[in-house]
């Protein structure tokens, strides 16, 4: 299965977003110019090792994750502890 197909098969599966997991901001979904618009991000980008998988999925923001582009997160996203 290509990335593109695991990754719309694990979108779909996906509760939809209601708020960035970065920043708390309230997504939207219906347009994706905005800068609220919800993106699916690989947590531990796969470019440093992280895994397709949906516990490596978090939703973000538009800008969040243009911020984050391949880099690890600065906050556990669980706990919201430091790293």
Known sequence: ???????????????????????????TTH??????????DHIVPVALGGRDERSNYQWLCRTCNRR?????????PVTSQEW
């Open 31 to 40: 347009d994706k110019n905005l800068p609220t618009h919800a993106e699916l």
């Open 1 to 27: 299965m290509s990335h593109g197909s695991k990754h719309k098969r694990i979108r779909r599966t996906m509760r939809r977003p209601t708020t960035c997991a970065n920043c708390g901001i309230g997504l």
């Open 68 to 76: 984050k582009g391949a880099k690890m997160p600065m906050r556990e």
